[in-house]
């Protein structure tokens, strides 16, 4: 079946940096553009970043920008979210999801969390 | 960047209810609008895209309508595993948001 499965995330330090990786499996992973999403504790979604299939085109939240990087390896069936300088305010629940029509994200991740703290 | 708003932030129903939720966009998005349902410690799931068009596998008891600015999410007959929270979201040239949310819990 089709699924998102996300790993990497963890403790670490405020200025520090992290890798997350979503595996992808049950459908043509190149075909797909592909988003990160995040949601801090007890609040709402935030868009972080867009990936086109082939990686030729990737686009970013203001929140992001400069600090991370969206990358993809089609012949490993995964997305990648390199996340440096982070702050407090990254803290989060970060989901990967796949995007239809460029516009949506149809199949979701379980997430992986993220915690920026000393 | 275009801000999504919602109304209500909650609600209280009870199972066979009508419940309409509004998306209002700070300017006009045509129909590039999708709503999502979250449950509790779940990951979000598409409901609606294209304002109005039903994600395959999502009951028909859900429906959605609007283009321009305002928007709404319909449940014509709420059922118990309908209570969580939604959220409307736009993409307008590729910078995406997501409205605040609607809680919909058991009266």
């Known amino acids: 079946q089709v699924q998102l499965v996300e790993s990497g995330g963890g403790v670490v330090q405020p200025g520090g940096s992290l890798r997350l990786s979503c595996a992808a499996s049950g459908f043509t992973f190149s075909s797909y553009g592909m988003h990160w999403v995040r949601q801090a504790p007890g609040k709402g979604l935030e868009w972080v970043t867009l990936i086109w299939n082939d990686g030729s085109l990737k686009y970013y939240a203001d929140s992001v920008k400069g600090r991370f990087t969206i990358s993809r390896d089609n012949s490993k069936n995964t997305l990648y979210l390199q996340m440096n300088s982070l702050r407090a305010e990254d803290t989060a629940v970060y989901y990967c999801?796949?995007?239809?029509?460029?516009?949506?994200?149809?199949?979701w991740g379980k997430g992986t969390t993220v915690t920026v703290s000393s | 960047a275009i801000q999504l708003t919602q109304s209500p932030s909650s609600l209280s129903a009870s199972v066979g209810d009508r419940v309409t939720i509004t998306c209002r966009a700070s300017q006009g998005i045509s129909s590039a609008l999708a709503w999502y349902q979250q449950k509790p410690g779940k990951a979000p799931e598409l409901l609606i895209y294209d304002a109005s068009s039903l994600e395959s596998g999502v009951p028909s008891r859900f429906s959605g309508s609007g283009s321009g600015t305002d928007f709404t999410l319909t449940i014509s007959s709420l059922q118990p595993e309908d209570f969580a929270t939604y959220y409307c979201q736009q993409c307008n040239s590729y910078s995406f948001t997501f409205g605040p949310g609607t809680k919909v819990d058991i009266k």
């Open positions: 999801a796949r995007s239809i029509r460029h516009f949506y994200m149809d199949v």
